[in-house]
C-alpha cells in the first residue's frame, strides 16, 4: 500500500477496565464486578482471582465471593468519564480525540520536543493515570486506527511497531463478525495475510467497507478526527463502595478531587473562582453547595478549607454513595513578575510585586467569611452613573466588584463618597496633612 497519510504520529489510551474503574477509583480488596443483564461482563483483579469469569450470573458470583460488590453498568457515566480524561489529556497535546467506548487518540508529533521523545510521554501519561486511578493500555502508531489496534492487542512481547501490527489476528480488526468469519474460512488470520491480498478481490467478496478500513489503517486514505473542544471543562466523581453515613469521612476524597482541580488548572494555566460538590445517594435527590472565591484561584489547600468550613454547615444529609466536583468557569493565569533581588534586602522599593502578600492574605480572608457567613457576607464599593457625588457609588458583590476594577477606564474621575461636613486639613510645612503627609494623585 501506498502509505500517504502517515506522516503524524499517533498515541492512543485504551481504558479496558474503564467500566470497572468509574467505581473502583480507591483502592480496594473487594471483589467488584459490573454487570448487563444479570450477567457479568466487567470485573476487576480480586474478583477473577475469587474464580468470577465474564458471562457468570450474579447468582453465581455472590456463591463464589460472599462480599462481592455488583454494579450496573453506566455508559453514560464511562461517556462522561472519558471525556473528562481526554480533556486532562489536552496537557500533553491539544490534538486530543475521543473514541467511544473506551479509549483516546493523540496527536503527539508536534509535542515530541516539548517532552523530550515519546518515552517521557508515556511515562508522565502511566504516572498521571495512576494518581488519578485509572489504567490504561498504550498504543503508538502513525495512523489513529493503527494506535488504537496496537493499543487494543498490546502484550509484553518485544515486538517492533511494524510487526506487531502486521501479525494482530483477524477477529482483533475492528470489522463486522460475517467479514472475520470470512476470512478465517479462506485461510487467512492475521492482517499481513489480508494485505497481501488484491484490493479489488476484497472489494468484491466483502463490500467496500473493509477496503476502507484497511486504508485508513495502513495510511493510504485520510482519515481525520473530530477533536474536543479546546474550551477547559471540568468534572469528576469518586463511587464509593459503600455508603458514606459520616460527613468527616468525606475530607479524603474531597482533598483527592481537589488536587485533581488544581493539578488540571496548573496544567491549561487557567485558575476558577466558583466550584461545586453534589452529595449524592441511589435513594435521594442529590445535594450540592458551591464554593465562590474573591479572586480566582488554583490552590488545592484553599479549595480545601472552604470546602471543610461549608461541609460542618450541612446537617441534612444521611447517607451518600458518590461525589462529584464540577468547574466549567476559567480564567487565564496571570504571573506577577518583580524584580530580580525579591524577597531580599535589596528589594527595590517599587517593586512590582510589593503588597502581593498582602493581597493575598486579604483574600484568603474574604474567602473564609464568605465560606462561614454566606456569598452576600463580604462587598465592595463600585460607582454609580450617577451626576450627584453622594449617589456616585453603590455596594457590590466581591465577584462583580473584580468584574468592574477589570473594565474600569478610570475615566471622568469623581468622589466616591462626601462627609456630612467639609473637614478643613492641616498643613504641614506646606504640605496637606491628615494622619500622616498627603500628597496630591490627581486634581483638581
Known amino acids: 500500500m501506498n502509505q500517504k497519510y502517515c506522516k503524524n504520529l499517533w498515541l492512543c489510551l485504551h481504558f479496558q477496565q474503564l467500566p470497572?474503574?468509574?467505581?473502583?477509583?480507591e483502592s480496594t480488596n473487594k471483589p467488584v464486578v459490573v454487570t448487563a443483564r444479570q450477567r457479568i461482563v466487567h470485573m476487576n483483579q480480586v474478583a477473577s482471582a475469587s474464580g468470577?469469569?465474564?458471562?457468570?450470573s450474579v447468582d453465581t458470583a455472590y456463591i463464589l465471593a460472599g462480599d462481592l460488590v455488583c454494579f450496573e453498568r453506566n455508559e453514560e457515566k464511562e461517556l462522561?468519564?472519558?471525556?473528562?480524561?481526554?480533556?486532562?489529556?489536552?496537557?500533553f497535546t491539544p490534538n486530543v480525540s475521543v473514541k467511544a467506548p473506551s479509549s483516546l487518540l493523540?496527536?503527539?508529533?508536534?509535542?515530541?520536543?516539548?517532552?523530550?521523545?515519546?518515552?517521557?510521554?508515556?511515562?508522565?501519561?502511566?504516572?498521571?493515570?495512576?494518581?488519578?486511578?485509572?489504567?490504561?493500555?498504550?498504543?503508538?502508531?502513525?495512523?489513529?486506527?493503527?494506535?488504537?489496534?496496537?493499543?487494543?492487542?498490546?502484550?509484553?512481547?518485544?515486538?517492533?511497531?511494524?510487526?506487531?501490527?502486521?501479525?494482530?489476528?483477524?477477529?482483533?480488526?475492528?470489522?463486522?463478525?460475517?467479514?472475520?468469519?470470512?476470512?478465517?474460512?479462506?485461510?487467512?488470520?492475521?492482517l499481513e495475510d489480508i494485505l497481501d491480498l488484491p484490493q479489488s478481490g476484497l472489494a468484491r467478496r466483502f463490500g467496500a467497507l473493509l477496503v476502507d478500513y484497511l486504508q485508513r489503517l495502513m495510511g493510504e486514505k485520510a482519515d481525520p478526527q473530530q477533536l474536543i473542544s479546546e474550551r477547559p471543562d471540568f468534572s469528576s466523581e469518586i463511587t464509593f463502595l459503600s455508603d458514606v453515613t459520616n460527613l468527616?469521612?468525606?475530607?479524603?476524597?474531597?482533598?483527592?478531587?481537589?488536587?485533581?482541580?488544581s493539578d488540571f488548572l496548573i496544567a491549561r494555566q487557567i485558575k476558577v473562582n466558583h466550584?461545586?460538590?453534589?452529595?449524592?445517594?441511589?435513594?435521594?435527590?442529590?445535594?450540592?453547595?458551591?464554593?465562590?472565591?474573591?479572586?480566582p484561584e488554583s490552590d488545592a489547600a484553599m479549595f480545601l478549607l472552604l470546602s471543610q468550613l461549608h461541609l460542618d454547615k450541612i446537617h441534612d444529609v444521611q447517607e451518600i454513595d458518590s461525589l462529584t466536583l464540577s468547574a466549567d468557569r476559567f480564567f487565564s493565569a496571570t504571573s506577577l513578575s518583580g524584580d530580580l533581588f525579591h524577597g531580599t534586602r535589596f528589594q527595590q522599593k517599587d517593586g512590582r510585586m510589593t503588597g502581593l502578600a498582602d493581597r493575598e492574605n486579604n483574600n484568603r480572608f474574604f474567602n473564609i467569611l464568605r465560606a462561614r457567613l454566606g456569598p452576600d457576607a463580604c462587598f465592595g464599593l463600585a460607582e454609580a452613573n450617577d451626576h450627584r457625588p453622594e449617589k456616585a457609588w453603590k455596594i457590590v458583590s466581591q465577584s462583580m466588584?473584580?468584574?468592574?476594577?477589570?473594565?474600569?477606564?478610570?475615566?471622568?474621575?469623581?468622589?466616591?463618597?462626601?462627609?456630612?461636613?467639609?473637614?478643613?486639613l492641616r498643613l504641614h510645612d506646606g504640605q496637606p496633612w491628615f494622619n500622616g503627609s498627603l500628597r496630591l494623585l490627581q486634581g483638581p
Not at 468527616?248 to 482541580?261: D, I
Open 106 to 190: 493523540l496527536d503527539i508529533k508536534s509535542s515530541l520536543k516539548l517532552f523530550d521523545g515519546i518515552e517521557n510521554i508515556k511515562t508522565n501519561i502511566n504516572q498521571g493515570l495512576q494518581r488519578l486511578g485509572y489504567s490504561a493500555m498504550l498504543g503508538v502508531h502513525q495512523t489513529p486506527l493503527a494506535a488504537l489496534l496496537t493499543a487494543k492487542t498490546a502484550t509484553t512481547k518485544k515486538v517492533t511497531v511494524k510487526t506487531a501490527l502486521t501479525e494482530t489476528p483477524v477477529d482483533k480488526l475492528d470489522i463486522d463478525q460475517h467479514i472475520i468469519e470470512g476470512l478465517q474460512r479462506m485461510g487467512v488470520h492475521c
Open 275 to 295: 466550584f461545586t460538590f453534589k452529595l449524592s445517594h441511589r435513594e435521594h435527590s442529590p445535594k450540592a453547595f458551591s464554593i465562590y472565591l474573591a479572586e
Open 401 to 424: 466588584q473584580s468584574k468592574r476594577k477589570e473594565s474600569s477606564s478610570g475615566e471622568n474621575p469623581r468622589p466616591m463618597f462626601l462627609l456630612p461636613k467639609p473637614r478643613r
Open 20 to 25: 470497572v474503574e468509574i467505581f473502583t477509583r
Open 80 to 91: 462522561e468519564t472519558l471525556q473528562h480524561l481526554g480533556q486532562w489529556a489536552y496537557q
Open 52 to 56: 468470577i469469569r465474564i458471562g457468570s
Open 248 to 261: 468527616e469521612s468525606l475530607v479524603f476524597p474531597m482533598r483527592r478531587l481537589l488536587q485533581e482541580l
